[in-house]
């Protein structure tokens, strides 16, 4: 049963402390989506890549986050330094893309994070 | 860019009746929109998706109908069970390829037993 996994579950951390979360996207898929879950703005796009290259990470705020695909079986998604207004879920999701289609995102479990 | 507006953004209902959550967009492009759920403490799940050439689709109890002329989509389900009970997220893209959803702000659905 292939699915898309990320560690850790929860992040506790004190602001200002460096933040990296991880994800393992289901072997094959080209595409990997970060995001963010918050109950005021839903679920928010942070980045993108497709075949490990960065496509778009418009949402993410530059200052502070980094999002990066190391190998095809690890994205991180980097915050630093984290302040309270970080505290949210964060999802991957992985998928295959193929030109002129549309295909399912398969989302994994999330990491909570809390910033004090 | 596009907008995707999502109501109600709570809903009960009594077990047995059917639900009803309405997605209006913007961009006139947007030409593929899924519906995701997501249960307590898990990431979404897809649910049923439509593509821009087709009115309705159904999937047992859960049916989409699209209105491109008004621009916008609803997600049915009939016969709600209290595993129905979980937040729903309507979803549009018009970039085929590379899939970049807009979602809506989700809508929280309760079946009451």
């Known amino acids: 049963d292939a699915r898309v996994t990320q560690t850790p579950r929860d992040k506790v951390t004190e602001m200002g402390q460096e933040v990296t979360m991880r994800c393992q996207p289901i072997?094959?898929?080209?595409?990997v989506f970060w995001y963010r879950q918050t109950m005021k703005q839903g679920l928010e796009l942070l980045a993108y890549f497709r075949n490990r290259a960065p496509l778009d990470d418009s949402g993410m705020p530059k200052d502070r986050f980094s999002a990066e695909m190391p190998d095809a079986t690890l994205a991180t998604l980097k915050i630093q330094p984290s302040e309270p207004r970080d505290s949210a879920v964060y999802f991957c999701?992985?998928?295959?893309?193929?030109?002129?289609?549309?295909?399912?995102?398969?989302f994994g479990p999330g990491t909570r994070l809390t910033v004090l | 860019g596009e907008n995707v507006e999502q109501h109600p953004s709570t809903l009960s209902v009594q077990e047995g009746d059917s639900a009803v959550i309405k997605c209006t967009y913007s961009?006139?492009?947007?030409?593929?929109f899924p519906w995701y759920k997501q249960e307590l403490g898990k990431g979404p799940q897809l649910i049923i998706d439509?593509?821009?050439?087709?009115g309705e689709k159904k999937d047992q109890r859960i049916a989409v109908t699209l209105n491109k002329t008004a621009k916008h989509f609803s997600l049915h389900i009939t016969e709600t069970q209290p595993e129905d009970s979980a937040v729903y997220f309507c979803a549009a893209a018009s970039e085929p390829g590379t899939y970049k959803y807009i979602f809506g702000t989700g809508t929280r659905l309760k079946v009451l037993a």
């Open positions: 999701a992985s998928g295959l893309s193929r030109a002129s289609s549309y295909n399912e995102q398969f």
């Open positions: 439509i593509r821009s050439n087709v």
């Open positions: 961009d006139s492009a947007s030409n593929y």
């Open positions: 072997l094959g898929h080209n595409t």
